[in-house]
């Protein structure tokens, strides 16, 4: 009954929380069960352009090391986080938060190939975190009921305590680096005298994701109108 309950919550979670969390437990479990080796995930620009292993593309991102605190640490914040973005300022825009993810993550590889950078989930995280913090200024973070400040010092918190736990903080300047950009080219600047939005989530990721707008002058037949039906 406890499994039940638990995957009826599951299931109320937005539709892209829901995907990229599952595909980042999965993938953990496959590499923990020994079905898959981290050898196999991480980004390398010679095996996918030269051997065609496109799937590094995405697996670079479903991969946050093995089970244990640095991993549920993260999974934490992107189920957090990436729930509030989906249910807050993207609700009832799916496809644009995919459109988000796809800019930050070939953002993220692009620049992850300069900086060697084998694994940038960690970085998808930052980015997640970042925006939503720009979006959320007035709100106020109790940071593992140790400090509390406002939502915008979060992306630095993050990274301080990465550094604590004696990781590479190159990783999470990239992300809130591209968080950044996002939220200027998304926030900023078509706000800006003269501005425009740059980002424009192709259509066909509307056609497939979005429910399809209300035309406003479609004028319902009589049986679908309220009220007794008139024979």
């Not at 998304?186 to 424009?200: A, H």
């Amino acid at each position: 009954m406890a499994w039940e309950g638990l995957a009826a919550e599951f299931l109320q979670v937005p539709t892209v929380t829901r995907a990229y969390t599952a595909a980042c437990i999965l993938t953990t479990a496959a590499v923990q069960l020994e079905l898959l080796t981290p050898f196999q995930l991480y980004f390398n620009p010679h095996l996918v352009f030269r051997k065609f292993q496109v799937w590094r593309l995405v697996t670079n991102f479903l991969f946050f090391g093995p089970l244990g605190f640095s991993f549920f640490f993260n999974m934490l914040f992107v189920f957090r986080y990436c729930r509030m973005l989906e249910e807050g300022s993207f609700r009832g825009r799916t496809a644009d938060f995919v459109f988000m993810f796809l800019f930050g993550g070939i953002l993220m590889t692009l620049l992850g190939f300069l900086g060697s950078l084998f694994f940038l989930g960690q970085a998808l995280v930052a980015m997640l975190v970042y925006v939503w913090s720009r979006r959320s200024p007035q709100v106020r973070v109790n940071f593992f009921g140790l400090l509390t400040f406002q939502a915008p010092f979060l992306p630095w918190a993050l990274m301080g305590f990465s550094l604590l736990l004696g990781n590479s903080i190159l990783v999470d300047l990239l992300g809130i680096a591209v968080g950044h950009i996002y939220y200027f080219l998304e926030d900023v600047f078509p706000n800006q005298p003269g501005g425009k939005r740059l980002l424009l989530t192709p259509s066909f990721l509307k056609l497939l994701l979005d429910a399809p707008e209300e035309d406003p002058n479609y004028l319902p037949l009589p049986e679908e109108q309220p009220g007794p039906l008139q024979q």
